[in-house]
């Protein structure tokens, strides 16, 4: 019942929001599941207006046997925003999902390798043929910045400001941040790019410099998300970490270890491109150890009085 709208959706996510195509994709995934409980509910034959909050709590309820709170939360999130469009559209009166609460979300830490650890798995990549040299530099550059894995992705290297020790990156709702690259990541990129010249004339030709990506896979494409997820774990293994790695665990270390290091967490904010400073204090209770420490050391109160 809802396909005809989520279609006019898909369209303002594309023309209006500049949505990327990961996050479109999430939206329509999320509405298409909402539209199969009605029609297995037998709202098949109803209209929009028969949709109200009880209708969205069914939902939510159905979702918890077997989806995380996360999930359940990020779905919840999809429909609002739909139901919002429509409304702004003058298509229904009232949004019968915003009464609706997120679920409580469980707290957790998030997984982040230790400086050693981290090190072990760059070092573990040697750099004999032209895919090594790649996943070197991808690794580099994915615990140099901090970028998202989606952002890695989807550099070209007209973005590239190596030199001043920089790249332009389009995170979230394409929107644009300049983001600092160590020397080390850099090289690697640039020893990438000077043995990969041969391959980038033979696919893309000399004209296409503009949209022509960083990172490219054996057959000179774009290489994707989930290719460089698996450049992740084939190196987290080969230096005999024995856990699972995301790149977005990369991402998390990076942020660890700035913080452990002092730097500012507004600074880290910006540099994860975060909108909210909330979404970056996760990472500050992973110094409560050490905060601990300097205390017990440093306050007047926290010891013991000596008899």
């Known amino acids: 019942m809802l396909e005809h709208y989520i279609r006019i959706f898909e369209q303002y996510l594309s023309a209006e929001r500049n949505a990327s195509v990961h996050t479109s994709r999430g939206?329509?995934?999320?509405?298409?599941?909402?539209?199969?409980?009605?029609?297995?509910?037998?709202?098949?034959?109803?209209?929009?207006?028969?949709?109200?909050?009880?209708?969205?709590?069914?939902?939510?309820?159905?979702?918890?046997?077997?989806?995380?709170?996360?999930?359940?939360?990020?779905?919840?999130?999809?429909?609002?925003?739909?139901?919002?469009?429509?409304?702004?559209?003058?298509?229904?009166?009232?949004?019968?999902?915003?009464?609706?609460?997120?679920?409580?979300?469980?707290?957790?830490?998030?997984?982040?390798?230790?400086?050693?650890?981290?090190?072990?798995?760059?070092?573990?990549?040697?750099?004999?043929?032209?895919?090594?040299?790649?996943?070197?530099?991808?690794?580099?550059?994915?615990?140099?910045?901090?970028?998202?894995?989606?952002?890695?992705?989807?550099?070209?290297?007209?973005?590239?400001?190596?030199?001043?020790?920089?790249?332009?990156?389009?995170?979230?709702r394409r929107k644009e941040r300049i983001v600092p690259v160590g020397k080390k990541a850099a090289a690697g990129i640039e020893r990438y790019i000077a043995e990969s010249s041969t391959l980038c004339r033979k696919i893309w030709g000399d004209g296409a410099q503009k949209k022509l990506p960083l990172f490219l896979n054996r057959n000179g494409g774009r290489l994707t998300v989930r290719s460089i997820g698996r450049i992740v774990d084939k190196y987290i293994l080969q230096a005999g970490l024995l856990r699972k790695m995301s790149p977005h665990g990369m991402r998390h270390s990076f942020a660890t270890h700035m913080l452990n290091a002092g730097a500012d967490l507004r600074a880290i904010q910006e540099m994860l491109g975060h909108e909210s400073l909330s979404t970056t204090q996760k990472y500050t209770h992973l110094n409560i150890d050490k905060l601990m420490e300097v205390y017990d050391r440093a306050h007047p109160r926290s010891r013991k009085q000596e008899e």
Request: charged letters at 25%; a positive charge; zero cysteines.
């Open 27 to 172: 939206y329509l995934h999320d509405l298409g599941e909402f539209d199969l409980f009605l029609q297995e509910k037998g709202y098949a034959a109803a209209g929009l207006a028969d949709i109200d909050n009880f209708t969205v709590r069914a939902w939510l309820a159905s979702l918890s046997r077997n989806n995380k709170k996360s999930s359940q939360a990020r779905k919840l999130s999809s429909l609002k925003a739909f139901f919002r469009f429509l409304k702004q559209q003058g298509i229904i009166e009232n949004n019968p999902a915003q009464p609706v609460k997120t679920p409580r979300q469980d707290k957790y830490l998030p997984r982040h390798l230790s400086v050693d650890e981290m090190f072990a798995v760059l070092d573990s990549v040697p750099e004999d043929s032209l895919l090594q040299v790649r996943d070197r530099a991808i690794l580099e550059l994915l615990y140099s910045s901090g970028i998202r894995v989606s952002e890695l992705a989807s550099l070209n290297r007209n973005g590239l400001e190596l030199a001043a020790g920089s790249i332009r990156v389009f995170g979230k």
